[in-house]
């Protein structure tokens, strides 16, 4: 990759080695774009060693079932105000960019749930204006606009000219960093105002050591039943990696401002990526569409009428949905990581240097007919309880495996799975002329997303 090699591996008892087994030997990932001094160093994904697993610890309970229960109230606000925006489209059966309106709600969310933040995403502006976007909404575009040449730099160029380049939009991730600044000054002054935003988690996980009875549960529930490789055995590790003895269990401000600014951009792009997807798929499977719908009108119907967050842990078919999406339109291509020491590569009679770069690559095993027979057939079957036992495990990493996953895995499950629940009610995806088939993607070294996802959509009457 650039001009660093790299060791491909689909091996899927070595992927395991790597990814659980021996993790104590590659905790950690390819550093990309983050220079040492940028403050980007900081957040998990950047982070090496004892500093991720103290950042780690202390983060994951953040994400807690319990937590997210709380945080649904939020979400469904947000989704009441992206559906009245939508019932004008809706109404006229026009065809709409997906990505583009997925991102907006993405952007409420997030703006809420990690900022306290409400943005009027949804305003029509006036002719000729063009000064209305909330300054929110043109630095969050900014930031999250990655151009092919920087991500090529970061790879070719040496460390010590990387130094000196901004690889990312400097006006965008000091207005950000602003932004969480202001936040950490303004409810310090105010200690009495809690607010149930991650920035106030991140506060609070400052100052608040982690308790033997928290609802910091590693343990998946029923609504996360499609992660296939959190086995016992990935569970065990995991929890050893996090029993760690520090000194520091609290986040410096530093530390919070880095991790808010990671929520913020990969929450964003691959949960509105998802759903668009799966919005396109329901375009071109009708029968998916209709079947999540009966689903879903059953589930509600003997409870309060309501898509209530118990509600989603009852919908197995919404599971498979979101599950075969994520399969087959898998957002990052590759996992990378490196080991700490030499390392003998189980039984191939290969000795990994320390530092040699790894690659397991995603999207290639989730695509293979080996792993899923017809694998570029949209089959949410695959996934629902009775096949459950025919998935390899490691074949299925849209959040990787391991102690070294998407630590906000919980929350982008949540985002996708409540707005699929209460659209699949109200609207119908149809494919028109401008539905590309197949799609055309955004070209990227590590990550791939549409370029336009053109659907119809209709209220359903």
């Known amino acids: 990759m650039g001009n660093i090699p790299v060791l491909r591996i689909a091996d899927l008892e070595l992927i395991k080695l790597i990814l659980v087994k021996d993790f104590h030997v590659f905790v950690d990932r390819n550093i990309v774009w983050a220079a040492k001094t940028s403050i980007r160093s900081l957040n998990l994904n950047q982070l090496c060693g004892d500093d991720w697993k103290r950042v780690r610890s202390i983060v994951t309970p953040i994400f807690s079932s319990g937590k997210m229960r709380r945080m ?137 050591d982690r308790k033997p009875d928290d609802d910091s549960d590693t343990i998946q529930d029923n609504s996360e039943s499609h992660y296939v490789n959190q086995g016992a055995e990935s569970l065990a590790v995991e929890r050893k990696v996090m ?128 792993n899923y027979p017809d694998a570029f057939k949209y089959n949410p079957d695959r996934f629902m309880p009775e096949n459950k036992h025919l998935i390899k495990p490691y074949t299925y990493l849209p959040f990787g495996a391991g102690p070294r996953n998407c630590v906000g895995m919980r929350l982008a499950l949540l985002q996708i799975k409540i707005c699929l629940a209460h659209m699949v009610l109200k609207y119908q995806f149809f494919r028109t002329p401008k539905t590309d088939v197949p799609l055309q993607y955004q070209r990227s070294l590590q990550m791939v997303f549409p370029k336009r996802v053109f659907v119809g959509i209709k209220k359903i009457t």
């Open 72 to 208: 649904y109230p939020q979400i469904k606000q947000c989704l009441t105000s992206f559906m009245n925006y939508l019932d004008v489209p809706a109404e006229n059966r026009e065809e709409l960019d997906m990505f583009d309106t997925f991102s907006k709600f993405l952007l409420d969310v997030n703006s809420t749930t990690i900022f306290s933040t409400k943005l009027d995403l949804y305003r029509t502006p006036t002719d000729g204006d063009t000064t209305s976007e909330h300054p929110f909404v043109v630095h969050a575009r900014d930031k999250l606009v990655f151009k092919d040449w920087k991500e090529m730099a970061s790879l070719v160029l040496p460390n010590f000219v990387l130094k000196f380049i901004r690889l990312a939009d400097s006006k965008a991730n000091i207005f950000f960093e602003d932004c969480v600044r202001h936040l950490l000054r303004e409810r310090r002054d105010n200690p009495g105002k809690k607010h149930e935003d991650f920035v106030q988690m991140l506060m609070d996980a400052e100052v608040t």
């Open 243 to 370: 029993d760690i003895k520090i000194r520091d269990k609290h986040l410096t401000e530093d530390e919070v401002v880095a991790q808010g600014q990671l929520f913020m951009s990969v929450a964003f792009t691959a949960t509105a990526s998802t759903l668009a997807l799966t919005a396109y798929e329901f375009a071109l499977n009708p029968d998916c569409q209709r079947r999540l719908r009966d689903e879903i009108t059953g589930a509600i119907s003997a409870t309060t009428g309501e898509i209530e967050y118990d509600v989603l842990a009852r919908l197995p078919y919404l599971n498979a949905v979101v599950s075969e999406t994520l399969r087959i339109h898998v957002t990052p291509i590759s996992l990378f990581r490196y080991p700490s020491v030499d390392y003998r590569l189980g039984d191939t009679g290969i000795t990994l240097k320390a530092g040699q770069q790894i690659e397991i690559p995603a999207y290639a095993i989730q695509m293979s007919d080996e």
